[in-house]
T-cell receptor
Framework: DSGVTQTPKHLITATGQRVTLRCSPRSGDLSVYWYQQSLDQGLQFLIQ???????AKGNILERFSAQQFPDLHSELNLSSLELGDSALYFC???????????????FGQGTRLTVV | AQSVAQPEDQVNVAEGNPLTVKCTYS??????LFWYVQYPNRGLQFLLKYITGDNLVKGSYGFEAEFNKSQTSFHLKKPSALVSDSALYFC????????????FGTGTRLTVIP
């Protein structure tokens, strides 16, 4: 058990809908990362938050947004969903921000999103 | 920009033989390098990391990796493969300045044949 909790584990929704994925980082970790894993694209970095602030942005669509709350949990919001958004979405957390880049990230089990 | 390349999508090795999963990286300055393993329907599990010092890093489950600065490589190795090592392996890199995100390679599927 990595200590990172993601809910829900599975989500099936229709095109055009909006969903929210939730992540609770390991106790004490300030950084949260979101990744998308699809069969043909590997593991794509979406966005990182550190202590409530956006720290880095990757290939995140404008239809997607995220935030990190004062209690450090994070939510990834996906809207106007398309079939191609079907993927595994992973959250990861690590201890540090800029000053602790050597720390590894620990991953949750992922949320499998299926858009039908 | 930082990037990671895993040139082999698939590696097959016989049980008991040594295994190597290749990784090369591109980053400004010195990198932090990581290996992760993903079993089916599971999240990624941290295996090992290179921060500084000895170029040979030892990690979990008998895995090790060798950092080679001149070849910008960080290959994952194990002296004797087990069937249970069959999984998807990801190499990742983080640079020491700028953005703090962790960039992953596309993954290499390792199959250990009994």
């Amino acid at each position: 058990d990595s200590g990172v909790t993601q809910t829900p584990k599975h989500l099936i929704t229709a095109t055009g809908q909006r969903v929210t994925l939730r992540c609770s980082p390991r106790s004490g970790d300030l950084s949260v990362y979101w990744y998308q894993q699809s069969l043909d694209q590997g593991l794509q970095f979406l966005i990182q938050y550190y202590n409530g602030e956006e720290r880095a942005k990757g290939n995140i669509l404008e239809r997607f947004s995220a935030q990190q709350f004062p209690d450090l949990h994070s939510e990834l919001n996906l809207s106007s969903l398309e079939l191609g958004d079907s993927a595994l979405y992973f959250c990861a957390s690590s201890a540090g921000g800029g000053g602790q880049r050597y720390t590894e990230a620990f991953f949750g089990q992922g949320t499998r999103l299926t858009v039908v | 920009a930082q990037s990671v390349a895993q040139p082999e999508d698939q590696v097959n090795v016989a049980e008991g033989n040594p295994l190597t999963v290749k990784c090369t990286y591109s980053v400004s300055g010195n990198p932090y390098l990581f290996w992760y393993v993903q079993y089916p329907n599971r999240g990624l599990q941290f295996l090992l990391k290179y921060i500084t010092g000895d170029n040979l890093v030892k990690g979990s489950y008998g895995f090790e990796a060798e950092f080679n600065k001149s070849q910008t490589s960080f290959h994952l190795k194990k002296p004797s493969a087990l069937v249970s090592d069959s999984a998807l392996y990801f190499c990742a890199v983080r640079d020491r300045t700028g953005a703090n995100n962790l960039f992953f390679g596309t993954g290499t599927r390792l199959t250990v044949i009994p």
